[in-house]
Nanobody, 116 residues
């Protein structure tokens, strides 16, 4: 049974950092593309970062390039999103996503609020 569980969200001041984690079960993260999405209030869910299976190539939305880093811990079967230099516009619910066997799986999301 595929399951994704995000953690690490919270309230942070502008310029601060947070590290989100996505714990996967039922599959091996190193074998699949893994993604982080976010959804701000009243807006669509958008892709923030992705990491490929073989090679671990990463891609980012323009709005987070140079500030966010996606990484994978194969031993723990987790995917992380390190977020630095956070801005108020980064406020959103952040979701982990994986496509396994042609089915897209999502975690429950974790709230990130950037505010002074």
């Amino acid at each position: 049974q595929v399951q994704l569980v995000e953690s690490g969200g919270g309230l942070v001041q502008p310029g601060g950092s947070l590290r989100l984690s996505c714990a996967a079960s039922g599959f091996t993260v190193s074998h699949y593309f893994m993604n982080w999405y976010r959804q701000a209030p009243g807006k669509e869910r958008v892709l923030v970062a992705a990491i490929t299976s073989a090679g671990g190539t990463t891609t980012y939305a323009e709005s987070v390039k140079g500030r966010f880093t996606i990484s994978r811990d194969n031993a723990k079967n987790t995917v992380a999103l390190q977020m630095n230099s956070l801005k108020p516009e980064d406020t959103a619910v952040y979701y982990c996503r994986a496509v396994v066997g042609l089915v897209a799986y999502w975690g429950q999301g974790t709230q990130v609020t950037v505010s002074s």
